[in-house]
């Protein structure tokens, strides 16, 4: 489905529905300021500070428009919503390489079922074809130091590969999929070490955490009833017609205990035979981390591992085999209800206005989606003295070196860390020892952090190698280093159709 023009409905700190021209005129002035970064990145990436995030620009920004003091607050919260975006806090989100976030400048579609049509179309050859192994750990990949004579039939010149279970294989060529997040913390997989240039790019490239929730009620209580919708808006501004029937956003709520700011969307407008009485909710950073070890107490993911499902402890939380899902479901049920309950038509005694299901999302401590969620382009640690900046100009500061004491996956270095560079690195990958990496952190730039980014990096990859065995180009793919187009930042040249926003792939999808 085409994606309607949303202006969601906008709750502020103490729980009240802004009217419409508050609403859209906040809503609009955040996605401008969105905008503004996009062509202050994309213009001047060369000479942004390295330690300068989203959150600093937005802030100045904010303070030359001298706004009233409430509208500047309401705005800057719902600055706060980007990272449900991004998978990440705005305050960490780099502005050198906010470039490398934008995306679609287009009309957006919503998937509104599932992928798994578009799954079963074009894995269809895969299926009849290729000997697929499900639920099989790869632990070592063991390739030339050089790729040797391309015709050469001795043994060395192959890639093995060994899994967990003990048996191995050989193969001309190996593409390596796996999640950034995975890739960060699996690095002793290869043998010989990756080179260091290779190295150093994935770990400079930072991996998300986005998660979700969906509570499913009885019925979409929310939705305005038929004599409502009869009656117009009798009530003024706040009457329940002047909630969005898709979109809803609570800025950071004082009538919580943590105050964190939610959005969900409403899955009840969806067009049949889709639509559901369900609730989804977007979580990230700190957030996403309280929800995911909430649920994780209760339902631990079924990939966790007792060696490796947490990244920094390497321990899983244990939990009684007999856990049911009235548990999972009284946990989000009693931490959403200060905010669903705002809705239009809630009723605290109606069995109608209290979910029935509930599901979570938990890629945080999940093994095999590299504890989190894709890609995205952070600040180093900060320095001690950040560098002043100035939105206005179109040149700035030099940064200063980021500071060596790096948090675990990341790279302790006084050289600078160019994540552009990083990106193109990873996509070459180490065609020299037949190992390839695709995946959506080596899409080109209009798509990183996207399911489309992901199939156009394989693609890439695909045909490179089809090229090395004299693959027809358009059998195979365009077989450049897997780009289909890139627009902005340093020294990039080129455009390509913009596709794909994050969030769940494709549109917004669910």
């Known amino acids: 489905m085409s994606v309607p023009e949303m202006t969601p409905s906008v709750y502020d700190r103490a729980g009240r529905l802004l009217g419409n021209k508050q609403g859209q005129q906040c809503t609009g002035m955040f996605w401008g300021l969105i905008e503004q970064a996009f062509k202050y990145s994309n213009k001047s990436s060369a000479s942004i500070p390295q330690d300068q995030s989203l959150l600093d620009f937005c802030k100045i920004k904010l303070k030359e428009m001298n706004l009233p003091e409430t509208t500047e607050k309401q705005v800057l919260d719902l600055c706060y919503f980007w990272g449900d975006y991004i998978g990440g806090n705005i305050e960490t989100q780099s502005l050198k390489y906010f470039f490398l976030e934008e995306t679609v400048d287009e009309g957006n579609l919503f998937l509104a079922s599932t992928y798994n049509a578009v799954l ?125 029937p898709f979109f809803n956003q609570w800025l950071a709520p004082s009538y919580t205990p943590d105050h964190w700011p939610v959005e969900c969307l409403f899955l009840s407008s969806l067009p049949p035979p889709c639509a559901h009485p369900t609730l989804l909710f977007y979580m990230h ?26 990244p920094n402890t390497n321990t899983t939380t244990s939990s009684d085999p007999s856990t ?91 050289e600078k860390i160019e994540l552009d560079t990083s990106i193109r690195t990873l996509r070459h990958g180490a065609p020299e020892r037949r190992v390839w990496f695709a995946g959506e952190a080596t899409s080109p730039f209009v798509a990183l952090g996207t399911v489309t980014g992901a199939w156009w990096s394989g693609e890439g990859v695909a045909g490179r190698i089809g090229a090395l065995y004299g693959c027809d180009a358009e059998k195979c793919g365009d077989g450049v280093d897997g780009v289909v187009g890139e627009k902005g930042g340093i020294g990039e040249e080129g455009e390509g159709d913009k596709v794909g926003t994050k969030r769940g792939g494709t549109g917004l999808g669910v």
């Open 120 to 244: 079963n179309r074009i894995a269809k050859d895969t299926y009849a074809k290729a000997n697929i192994q499900l639920s099989t750990k790869v632990v070592s990949i063991e390739s030339p130091a050089s790729n040797p004579n391309e015709d050469s039939d001795d043994a060395s010149s192959s890639v093995t590969v060994t899994t967990a279970q003990g048996t191995t294989s050989t193969y001309d060529e190996v593409v390596v999929t796996v999640p950034l997040g995975y890739l960060k913390r699996n690095l002793s997989t290869f043998h010989p070490p990756l080179p260091p240039h290779l190295q150093s790019a994935i770990h400079n490239i930072s991996y998300g955490r986005l998660e979700k929730v969906y509570l499913t009620f009885p019925t979409a209580f929310w939705l305005p009833t038929q004599d409502q919708n009869q009656n117009g808006n009798q009530n003024g501004d706040e009457a329940p017609n002047n909630q969005s």
């Open 324 to 414: 049911t899902s009235d548990k999972l479901l009284t946990a989000l049920t009693t931490f959403f209800r200060p905010y669903y309950s705002l809705l239009p038509n809630y009723k605290p005694n109606s069995k109608n206005c209290e979910p029935t299901h509930a599901f979570a999302t938990d890629w945080t401590h999940d093994e095999f989606a590299g504890w989190g969620s894709y890609s995205n382009f952070q600040v180093p640690p900060p320095s001690p003295s950040p560098t002043p900046i100035n939105p206005s100009s179109t040149l700035s500061p030099t940064s200063p070196d980021p500071p060596t004491d790096s948090a675990p996956g990341e790279v302790a270095s006084t």
């Open 285 to 310: 950073g700190p957030l996403a981390s309280h929800i995911t070890d909430l649920t994780n107490s209760l339902t631990p993911c079924p990939h966790s591992s007792s060696s490796s499902s947490d």
